[in-house]
């Protein structure tokens, strides 16, 4: 096994929770411009992915607590489309999870044969960002 960069790990994780909490941020507004026929469904849709995004935030701050770092108080910067149809808002959110994706793998690049704990982690969080990358995608294929 080779030695775990405590340094570059710590950072990654802190970028990490910084886009996760954008996530909250994100997904709530999202929840919030919903509107047509399919309102309520994709609402919960949106507001479980906020609370998903708090999880995921609060699991990174723990890990990097347990590594002696420090959680960064501040999050990832949100852009503001003002494009608010399902297509748009369901677009974006394929944006974000695409880039949660290759943060995931890239902790998981940095950790690699270093801490089996960190590997799983990456590793089931990898999972995780494919499945809502099939799951948005499904959902926009109505709108192609």
């Known amino acids: 096994m080779k ?10 994780l802190n970028t990490i929770m910084e886009f996760e909490l954008a ?4 997904y709530t507004h999202y929840s919030l411009m919903v509107t047509g026929p399919n309102r309520i469904p994709i609402v919960s849709f949106f507001q ?3 609370a998903e995004s708090l999880t ?24 503001e489309s003002d494009r608010h149809s ?10 974000h999870e ?6 995931y793998k890239e902790l998981l690049h940095t950790v690699e044969n270093a801490s089996v704990y960190l590997e799983e982690f990456a590793r089931t969080q990898i999972g995780q960002e494919e499945m809502h990358n099939i799951e948005i995608k499904k959902m926009l294929r109505d709108f192609i």
């Open 56 to 79: 995921h935030a609060q699991q990174v701050g723990e890990i990097i607590t347990g590594l002696e770092g420090h959680p960064s108080l501040r999050i990832a910067p949100i852009e």
């Open 86 to 95: 399902v297509r748009d808002i369901l677009e974006e959110s394929l944006n």
């Open 23 to 26: 996530g909250v941020v994100r």
């Open 98 to 103: 695409k880039r949660a994706l290759d943060m």
């Open 3 to 12: 030695d775990l960069d405590l340094p570059k790990t710590i950072d990654l």
């Open 48 to 50: 479980a992915q906020a």
